[in-house]
T-cell receptor, first 107, second 114 residues
Framework: KNEVEQSPQNLTAQEGEFITINCSYS?????LHWLQQHPGGGIVSLFM???GKKKHGRLIATINIQEKHSSLHITASHPRDSAVYIC?????????FGTGTSLTVIP | DGGITQSPKYLFRKEGQNVTLSCEQN?????MYWYRQDPGQGLRLIYY???????QKGDIAEGYSVSREKKESFPLTVTSAQKNPTAFYLC?????????????FGSGTQLSVL
């Protein structure tokens, strides 16, 4: 059983589309993280949140603590958004990672 | 610029050989981690260290070893006992940010077996 589940596994979108990636978790958390991994492998942190909603440019992350669910939204998607998006949760001294959502945005 | 530096980017291992992956950080973080990434799987924890001269095994420590002699450095050795070492290895470090830990990652090392 995975502590963090993401959906969908793969996603293809046309440029300009609104994109949603979902994440559910089963453990008590201190924070939830959305990470981005580009081809070449390095990972960058997009958001860390423990409640509510955060926005950075065209990216929006929300979390519902009661439902143990988070979503990452991308508005007006662009080919440069093509990457793997990983949901992770921290429990104070441990991190658990989803398997990632591979996003391809077609021009 | 502060960050985490992993080297080499690509590494090849021969049968029976030990290889060491380097991880250096200048973020002044206490905690450092090694993760293994395989296609279709989430990141899996190999070892982590919360303080100099101390480290703990993660979920898949067999066939690996680490040291933490300096705060900045956390090298990972893949020993000959690791029978399936081909994977992408990521080093990370963390700080406490707003009461929760924020993770910073290196750019990774792809290890392949010759």
């Amino acid at each position: 059983k995975n502590e963090v589940e993401q959906s969908p596994q793969n996603l293809t979108a046309q440029e300009g589309e609104f994109i949603t990636i979902n994440c559910s978790y089963s453990v008590g958390i201190s924070a939830l993280h959305w990470l981005q991994q580009h081809p070449g492998g390095g990972i960058v942190s997009l958001f860390m949140l423990s409640s509510g909603k955060k926005k950075h440019g065209r990216l929006i992350a929300t979390i519902n603590i009661q439902e143990k669910h988070s979503s990452l939204h991308i508005t007006a998607s662009h080919p440069r958004d093509s990457a793997v998006y990983i949901c992770a949760v921290s429990t104070g001294n441990q991190f658990y990672f989803g398997t990632g959502t591979s996003l391809t945005v077609i021009p | 610029d502060g960050g985490i530096t992993q080297s080499p980017k690509y590494l090849f291992r021969k049968e029976g050989q030990n290889v060491t992956l380097s991880c250096e950080q200048n973020l002044n973080h206490d905690a450092m981690y090694w993760y293994r990434q395989d296609p279709g799987q989430g990141l899996r924890l190999i070892y982590y260290s919360q303080i100099v001269n101390d480290f703990q095994k993660g979920d898949i420590a067999e066939g690996y070893s680490v040291s933490r002699e300096k705060k900045e450095s956390f090298p990972l050795t893949v020993t000959s006992a690791q029978k399936n070492p081909t994977a992408f290895y990521l080093c990370a470090s963390s700080t406490i940010s707003g009461g929760s830990e924020k993770l910073f990652f290196g750019s990774g090392t792809q290890l392949s077996v010759l």
